[in-house]
């Protein structure tokens, strides 16, 4: 068994597409609309599946924003620099929440991110072609 993907709910599809392509480097997979049920899908990032997982970014048409919960915690991309990956997030105009830095009362340096719609990224810094590899 493997992951296959995480879905989320997002309420403008383009401006979800343009962030996770645009700031986080990720590649729009496919998309696909379902006009008699009125939603529409957009799978993106850093390869396809089976080898990478993905996130499908579900939108509901006419629904604006969801109530996040706090069940779901964030989704997490192993980057070789977390440092230089925040600072080419924010220069794309993504939203830095936790700057870069060791992890409380660790070594893992880490950041975190929210896109559009309130979701939370933690970058993790990687060895080059370690597993977990996102963000370049």
């Given at each position: 068994m493997r992951i296959l993907h995480t879905m989320l709910r997002v309420g403008n599809f383009q401006?979800?597409?343009?962030?996770y392509t645009q700031v986080l480097g990720m590649k729009l997979l496919r998309t696909s609309e379902n006009p008699e049920y009125k939603y529409s899908l957009a799978f993106v990032g850093y390869g396809n599946n089976p080898d990478h997982a993905e996130i499908e970014l579900t939108?509901?048409?006419g629904t604006e924003s969801y109530e996040l919960g706090t069940a779901y915690g964030h989704i997490a991309l192993g980057v070789p620099d977390v440092y230089a990956a925040c600072e080419k997030i924010k220069a794309a105009g993504g939203n830095v929440t936790r700057e870069a830095g060791p992890v409380k009362g660790g070594t893992t340096?880490?950041?975190?991110?929210?896109?559009?719609?309130g979701y939370k990224i933690?970058?993790?810094q990687r060895a080059e072609g370690a597993a977990g590899g996102g963000l370049r």
């Open positions: 401006r979800s597409i343009d962030f939108y509901n048409w340096v880490i950041a975190f991110v929210t896109d559009p719609d933690e970058l993790i």
